[in-house]
């Protein structure tokens, strides 16, 4: 069986760098313009920045490597792990945005294998990931991403969203940790 799974903020708990990283963008590059709604996750609804601004922003933390920092989500780890031994495939597919003078391909990689992760192969840039899934012929797919789960439900893949504070109007399946995750993927597989 394939797992496809999302990076940042599903098995990284990433939000709390770039929002580290956004106030100190925020306060010594735009002059403070400050929150426009803390309880937005979206960057042009969470702040008062333009599309320029919020491009500026995640290039200047790409460039810095700050996902770097990102430290693995609760037993994300140990349950992934478990799955790959198991004989599951695990396959990373993320939006982080290929960029001319940094191999972010080969820096992901590296950090998720730094951080213990083992997986089959590591796919980034991608905006949309129904169609990469389709591609892959992923079975499973796992993202905090309501928009990503909509794509891929698109393409007949099953999908869980892992809950976070800011995809609560989701009514499909989700999980709030990786045991849940795993005890459903396990479910699946014995269904087939």
Partial sequence: ???GIDID???????????EAARYFDKYFLENKGYQDITKYDFHERFYWTSEEKKAFFNYFRKNKLYLKAKP??????????????????????RRKKDEKLDILSITKNDLISKGFKFTDCYIGLS?????????????FIDD????????NNYGIKTILIDNWYNKEYKGLRAKNFQEIY???????NAR
Avoid: H, P, S
């Avoid at 991403?145 to 794509?151: T, W």
């Fill in 183 to 189: 005890n459903i993927i396990r479910k699946w597989n």
């Fill in 9 to 19: 903020d599903t098995v990284m708990n990433t939000f709390d760098i770039i929002e």
């Fill in 145 to 152: 991403a309501v928009i990503q789960i909509e794509d891929v």
């Fill in 128 to 140: 949309k990931k129904g169609e990469a899934c389709k591609n892959l012929g992923i079975d499973v």
């Fill in 1 to 3: 069986m394939k797992i």
């Fill in 73 to 94: 989500k609760g037993d994300a780890l140990y349950y992934l792990e478990k799955l790959y031994n198991e004989g599951y495939e695990i396959y990373f597919l993320t």
